[in-house]
């Protein structure tokens, strides 16, 4: 394969934000009393990869659609902040290999996250910041992440990209984008199918 740019998931893909993610979310709905019982870590790991409707449905299905798509946007305001402040476990040796594969191949990030958790990802992590040359959001464009994995490549007009993730869905993005799909084994998910299997991160340097 003569690969030339990689987008990456973010979520189970390159970190786990998790623990702190779980600070923030908790700390919104300690006065929720809709909402009874905490989110677990399982709880979190069960909804990585899906949209803010989607995940309103999910995690509070005893609310309407507004209510809880309004509850999970104010969650994830919150876990910005934490992030900001604790940043999240990056998987082992992701720095070097990022840094290794950017001599190479363009890097890129296309997640399901809402507007500003890519940025706070990267301001905590600073150091891998000039790895990545652009990224996109489902919070940004509103649209579905293959969608957004064929913004990205139209607007940096990619040749041969291949997606990196971790879920059914990166896999399901992945081809609606038309391009090779990386699995993530390491991450959160499972997935029917898949081009390429990572039991790490650092696999990718074997290309």
Same mark, same amino acid.
């Given at each position: 394969?003569? &690969? %030339?740019?990689?987008?990456?998931?973010?979520?189970?893909? =390159?970190?786990?934000?998790?623990? *702190?993610?779980? /600070?923030?979310?908790?700390?919104t709905?300690?006065?929720?009393?809709?909402?009874?019982?905490?989110i677990?870590?399982?709880?979190?790991?069960?909804?990585?990869? !899906?949209?803010?409707?989607?995940?309103?449905?999910?995690?509070?299905?005893?609310?309407?659609?507004?209510? @809880?798509?309004?509850?999970?946007?104010?969650?994830? *305001?919150?876990?910005?902040?934490?992030?900001?402040?604790?940043?999240?476990?990056?998987?082992?040796?992701?720095?070097?290999? =990022?840094?290794?594969? @950017?001599?190479?191949?363009?890097?890129?990030?296309?997640s399901?996250?809402?507007?500003?958790?890519?940025?706070?990802?990267?301001?905590?992590?600073?150091?891998?910041?000039?790895?990545f040359?652009?990224?996109?959001?489902?919070?940004?464009?509103? !649209? @579905?992440?293959?969608?957004? &994995?064929?913004?990205?490549?139209?607007?940096?007009?990619?040749?041969? $990209? &291949?997606? *990196?993730?971790?879920?059914?869905?990166?896999?399901?993005? $992945?081809?609606? $984008?038309?391009?090779?799909?990386?699995?993530?084994?390491?991450?959160?998910g499972?997935?029917? @199918?898949?081009?390429? %299997?990572l039991?790490?991160?650092?696999? =990718?340097? /074997?290309?």
């Open positions: 394969m003569d &690969i %030339k740019e990689i987008i990456f998931d973010l979520d189970g893909t =390159l970190w786990d934000s998790t623990d *702190v993610v779980l /600070k923030g979310w908790n700390d709905l300690s006065d929720v009393k809709e909402v009874e019982n905490s677990t870590k399982e709880d979190m790991q069960g909804i990585m990869g !899906l949209q803010v409707k989607e995940i309103g449905r999910v995690l509070f299905p005893q609310l309407d659609e507004e209510a @809880s798509t309004a509850l999970v946007k104010r969650c994830c *305001v919150e876990e910005q902040a934490w992030i900001k402040r604790e940043g999240g476990h990056l998987f082992d040796n992701l720095e070097q290999t =990022l840094k290794t594969l @950017s001599q190479k191949y363009r890097l890129f990030i296309v399901n996250c809402e507007c500003g958790y890519i940025e706070s990802f990267l301001e905590y992590h600073n150091e891998l910041k000039p790895y040359l652009d990224f996109e959001s489902a919070g940004n464009t509103g !649209l @579905s992440k293959g969608e957004n &994995i064929k913004r990205i490549m139209e607007r940096n007009h990619m040749e041969n $990209a &291949i997606y *990196v993730g971790d879920t059914q869905g990166d896999c399901n993005a $992945a081809k609606l $984008a038309n391009i090779p799909f990386f699995f993530a084994s390491y991450g959160f499972k997935v029917d @199918s898949y081009d390429y %299997k039991e790490k991160i650092e696999d =990718l340097l /074997k290309l």
